[in-house]
Antibody, heavy 114, light 108 residues
C-alpha cells in the first residue's frame, strides 16, 4: 500500500524557517517524480514545487522561488522553507508524481505568524 | 500562466441525479493534460481523472471526463451520497501547473 507521511509543520514567525519531510513507503520511491502542493485555510490547491526522478531537476512556483528548496534522499522527500511569510500559511501536501498526482499524504500544517 | 475557471461555484443536486462540472482554461491545454480531483472535508485530494478522460485506479465508472482545447467537463452519471465534495481541475501541460478554484457539490 502506497503511503506518504508528512512531518515538520508547525508555528513559525515571519522570516523564519522550517523543513518539511515526507516519508514514502509501499512503492519504489526512486522511480517517481514527487511534488509539494499546498492549501491555505479554506482555500483551493496551489502547486509549490516538484523534483524529478533522479533529483537533478527541480521546479518551483514563482511565489516560493528563491525561498524554498525541494530535495529527496532514499525514501524521503524534503521541502526546506526559508524567509517564511504570512501568505505561506497552509497545509502542505506531499504528492506522488511530477504533473498529476495519484497519491497524496494527509498533509502538515504550517502557520506563519508572530 | 493558464487560469482555470470552474463553474458553477456550487452545485446542489440530489443522490441519483447527474452532475456536470465545467472547467474552462484561459489558453489551450496541451495534449489534454487536464486532471480532476475530489476533496472531502479534512482529507487530502484524490485523483479521479487524468489526461482529460482517463479514470485513475479504483475510480468508479460513474465518473467520466471529457473535453479538449480550453473546455473540459467532469460528469458524475448518478450521484452517490459519498460523491458530495469539492472538485478541482488541474492543468499540467504548461508550467506553472495550475488548479481551478473548485466546485462544491452539495446535497439538495
Amino acid at each position: 500500500e502506497v503511503q506518504l507521511l508528512e512531518s515538520g509543520g508547525g508555528l513559525v514567525q515571519p522570516g523564519g524557517s522550517l523543513r518539511l519531510s515526507c516519508a514514502a513507503s509501499g512503492f519504489t520511491f526512486s522511480n517517481y517524480a514527487m511534488s509539494w502542493v499546498r492549501q491555505a485555510p479554506g482555500k483551493g490547491l496551489d502547486y509549490v514545487s516538484a523534483i524529478s526522478v533522479g533529483g537533478g531537476g527541480t521546479y518551483y512556483a514563482d511565489s516560493v522561488k528563491g525561498r524554498f528548496t525541494i530535495s529527496r534522499d532514499k525514501n524521503t522527500l524534503f521541502l526546506q522553507m526559508n524567509s517564511l511569510r504570512a501568505e505561506d500559511t497552509a497545509i502542505y501536501y506531499c504528492a506522488r508524481g511530477g504533473d498529476n498526482y495519484d497519491y497524496w499524504g494527509q498533509g502538515t500544517l504550517v502557520t506563519v505568524s508572530s | 500562466e493558464i487560469v482555470l475557471t470552474q463553474s458553477p461555484g456550487t452545485l446542489s443536486l440530489s443522490p441519483g441525479e447527474r452532475a456536470t462540472l465545467s472547467c474552462r482554461a484561459s489558453q489551450i491545454v496541451i495534449s489534454s493534460y487536464l486532471a480532476w480531483y475530489q476533496q472531502k472535508p479534512g482529507q487530502a485530494p484524490r485523483l479521479l481523472i487524468y489526461g482529460a478522460s482517463n479514470r485513475a485506479t479504483g475510480i468508479p465508472d460513474r465518473f467520466s471526463g471529457s473535453g479538449s482545447g480550453t473546455d473540459f467537463t467532469l460528469t458524475i452519471s448518478r450521484l452517490e451520497p459519498e460523491d458530495f465534495a469539492v472538485y478541482y481541475c488541474q492543468q499540467y501541460g504548461r508550467s506553472p501547473i495550475t488548479f481551478g478554484q473548485g466546485t462544491r457539490l452539495e446535497i439538495k
